[in-house]
């Protein structure tokens, strides 16, 4: 089965951010950010159960080359990506209620 992905406008925004930041650190590595997360939104197609529940009904997932962690839920059969954050930015909790 093939899960859908949606990301959430908080989600897109953090992206956006996330990809001009590293964009301006060298041309090219704003591109290659958004291949691995292109990347690991196909593997949260196939496998979105797999990461153990991180919060509540949130999971998280690790990127592997940047410093970034995804949080999303399964509702339904669909997954929807609530936020995409580096791991040392202050990110309590609440971010995740918004």
Known sequence: MTWPVYLRPEAERDLAN?????????AGLGGEFLDEIAQT??????????????YRDFRRVLLR??????FYQVIDNRVLVFR?????????????NT
Do not use: C, N
Not at 18 to 26: I, L, S, V
């Open 18 to 26: 996330a990809r001009d930041w590293y964009e301006k650190k060298q």
């Open 65 to 70: 080359r940047f410093p970034y962690k995804m």
């Open 41 to 54: 939104i196909r593997e949260l197609e196939s496998t979105p159960e797999l990461p153990r529940l991180y």
């Open 84 to 96: 995409v954050l580096h791991a040392k930015q202050e990110h309590g909790r609440s971010l995740l």
